[in-house]
Each structure stands twice: as C-alpha cells, then as structure tokens.
C-alpha cells in the first residue's frame, strides 16, 4: 500500500512554481475578498497568504464586515476585475446569508477565476478546453497523475455530486477518458459498485462511510471528506482498514487538502499565462 502524499508533492510544487517565478520574473497577485469573522475561512485565507508569499505571489486581503451591502461586493468585484495589476480574485466562502454567492462569484473574470467555479470555465471543462479547473479537483486529478496511477480506461466511483468536487470532477475524469460512475444519497447499491471500481473517490462527509469490506483488492482510494469531531479532521474512509485492501490511498488529512492549496497557487500562475496571452492576440 502506498499513501497518496499531498502535503509531500505541495511542497516540491511550490519549490518549482517558486523557482518558475524568479526565473520568468512573474508579477502576479491573488486577491481574496473575506466577508465576516467565520473562523474556519479566516484560517483557509491564511493559509493562502502563507503559500502565496513562499513562492513570490503578492497577495491581497480585502476584509469586509459581515453586513457589507450585496451591492458594495459586486462594486470591489468589478474594481479587481479592471485592475490589471490584479492576476486572480477567490470570493471565499461562506458569505453571509444576504450576499448571493454564486450570484457575485459569477461575476469574477474568468480569466481571474482561480477558483475555476465561473460558468464559462466549467463550460470549458465540460467541453474538454483550456481552463481554470476548481482547485479541488484538479489537486485529486494532479496526485493520482504524480503516482502514475492510470486513468484511461478505470472505472471510477465518484461518491458526492457537490458543483465543488463531484459534478467537476466527473468531467475532468472523462476528459482522462475514465469511465466514471457518480453515487449520491439516493443511490441504494453502493457497496455493490464499491467492489467494482479501480478508483474510489470520497466527497461526503459521512465519517467512516467507506470501510474495507467495500474495497476491492488493488484498488485506489481517495478520500476528499471533511468532518470536525472533538477538534481533529476525519474523513469518509476507515484509513486503517481500508488500507489492507488498496494498492493506493490518501491519507486525510495530509492528502487531498495541502493540493488544493497547491493548486490555488497553479491556477494563479495559469491565469497570469492566460491574461498576457490574451492581452497580446487581443
């Protein structure tokens, strides 16, 4: 069994995106807009920072109180967008109950959307073109590629259809030419289609979901869940047994999570590529 390292290949990423910078003298910048005192996302913006100074990014905080105006958002939203100083812009969420989010993260520039959430980058994924991919699934699609795990042709179970990781996901797969199989809440067979599958990938929440009985010999886990109990991180997958069967798995945390990061980092620079390249055929 081989873990899945993400906060190994993080680090070597951000040692090649650092040295890419300096050498090409890059002059990007991410700004990210926080709306509120949520603790979690203060510490997910932090981090940003962090990774975004490592490797040579300037980075922009935009701290908004948490009764903001709607209106004054999408009016910040707009000033970035023109700013050509600016290279990305992340919405981060949650925002408050008054603010639309999908409403206001659409009108992020595609072009600056690191976040890969925009309607005309996931039209572009879903058509199989050049994009921002969302940051989660392209940490999943980048870890499997580095273990040489092979995609073309694997049948992958996808367990979660969220527009964050799985509905994306399941066309970055296909666009990998796996054969890619999504189970939801509804689905009433998924030990059954547990056993099937070369690839597993987790996005639930539900602790513990996917246990070692579900798991063929030799297969690929991924476990992109979530779940705060009693101050430590759980997944959906029983790591521990689990483990015995699979050829492969993420540990989590330390799997998933430290590449999406990595990836915010990856997509900053894509979208500096994009903008020059659009700036000189336009």
Known sequence: MILLDGKKLRDELLIEYKERIEKEKIKASLAVILIGNNEASKIYVHNKEIYCKKVGIDFKLYLLDEN????????????????SLITGIILQS?????????????????LKDVDGFTKDNIYNLYLNKETLMPCTVKAIITLLKHYNIVLDGAHVLIIGRGNIVGHPLSLALLNENATVTIAHSHTKNLPELCLKADIIISATGKVNL??????????????????????????DVDIEGVKEKCAFITPNPGGVGPMTVAMIIDNTLKAYALQRKEDING
């Open 94 to 110: 949650p925002v408050p109950n008054h603010i639309n989010f999908d409403y206001c993260s659409s009108l992020i520039n595609p």
């Open 210 to 235: 996917i246990t070692k009985d579900m798991v063929k010999d030799g297969a690929t886990v991924v476990d992109v869940g979530i779940t705060r109990e009693n101050g430590h991180i759980k997944g």
């Open 68 to 83: 903001v105006l709607e209106k004054d958002v999408i009016s910040l939203i707009n000033k970035l967008n023109n700013d």
